[in-house]
């Protein structure tokens, strides 16, 4: 191989002979040299050399940091768990009121006497409406745990509410039947009124404390209100005597009777048989004496008898 070298002033041009083995020579100094350099580099760095202090201290470090995490996982794994056990015994106990309300519900309905096709608990109401402009992108779901207690609470709202409305219908409905009304008998007539009268036994003008009513040997004598039997039994003047207390410092007497039905401490409703018709004690023929008291006094019937009935 030959190098050749051209003079451009003088125009003469010079031939160099190069050694045959000088190409290799570059080519080893400028290829295979440096790479023996970083090989051997590479070898004493990560081969002779001693290994970085540092390395046992990162991996406790991020062992560490893997039981962290695991306790971490564990953690809210036992969270998730207890949160779920709640809202499993929130919505039982939601459903128990729900089963409660309805009862109570239909209880009310009862009681307000309203009509099972007016409304009835057994079936689920209609609802409707148009439907919204809104997309629903502004509204954020609540968590779980946040929609129950909201259900918890509007539950226990309309617990009492039903609990008060129910309270006022009975109170409604123990003042219904208590309201004194109509006659102790469903056949007679009135043979002797309120007042002063001549006595059928003196002749004299003496006052008499209630209203008779006359009818037949045996024919039912019937409450004219809801209320507690107080006495029944023998009682001078009157005979066989029930007295049956209404509340509210209200009662009433049945007197002469041929036979008791009721004894002391029965309850009794509006219409119930409290005896028969008889002529028992100072009477001169079967009939019903009837009183009405006012706190312990004898007021007029007549008022109490004439009144429609609730």
């Known amino acids: ?18 050694p045959r083995h000088w190409p290799w020579l570059l080519a080893l100094a400028l290829v295979v040299l440096p790479s023996l350099v970083g090989v051997g580099a590479y070898y004493m760095v990560y081969h002779v050399s001693d290994q970085p202090e540092y390395t046992p201290v990162m991996t406790e470090r991020f062992a560490e940091q893997l039981k962290e995490q ?62 919204s402009a809104d997309d629903g992108t502004s509204y954020e779901l609540p968590s779980f745990m946040e929609a129950v207690n909201q259900m918890t609470s509007t539950l226990e709202r309309r617990e009492r509410q039903l609990e008060i409305l129910e309270d006022l219908l009975a109170d409604k409905q123990i003042e219904n039947q208590t309201y004194l009304s109509g006659r102790p ?52 003047g009157y005979g066989k005597l029930v007295e049956i207390n209404h509340g509210n410092g209200i009662s009433t007497r049945y007197g002469h009777a041929l036979e008791l039905l009721v004894e002391p401490g029965d309850i ?3 219409g119930d048989i409290i005896g028969k018709v008889g002529n028992s004690g100072r009477s ?7 009183e009405v008291l006012k706190n312990g006094v004898q007021v007029n019937p007549q008022p109490y008898i004439y009144r429609a009935r609730r």
């Open 1 to 18: 191989m030959n190098i050749i070298v051209i003079n451009s002033k003088r125009g003469h041009s010079r031939t160099l002979p190069i």
């Open 70 to 131: 695991q306790s971490s996982l564990e953690e809210l794994d036992q969270l998730s768990q207890e949160q779920f056990r709640a809202l499993t015994l929130k919505l039982a106990q939601a459903q128990a009121r729900l089963v409660r309300l309805d009862a109570l519900g239909e209880r009310l309905v009862e009681v307000a006497d309203v009509g099972s096709d007016e409304f009835d608990f057994s079936t689920v109401p209609g609802l409707g409406g148009p439907e």
């Open 185 to 236: 008998l469903a056949k007679g007539w009135m043979s002797s009124r309120f007042g002063r009268r001549s006595d059928p036994f003196t002749g004299r003008v003496a006052w008499h404390k209630g209203v008779d009513f006359a009818g037949k040997e045996g024919t039912p004598i019937i409450a004219t209100g809801a209320g507690v039997v107080t006495f029944s039994g023998d009682r001078s």
């Open 268 to 270: 009794v409703r509006t």
């Open 284 to 290: 001169t023929g079967p009939h019903v004496h009837y």
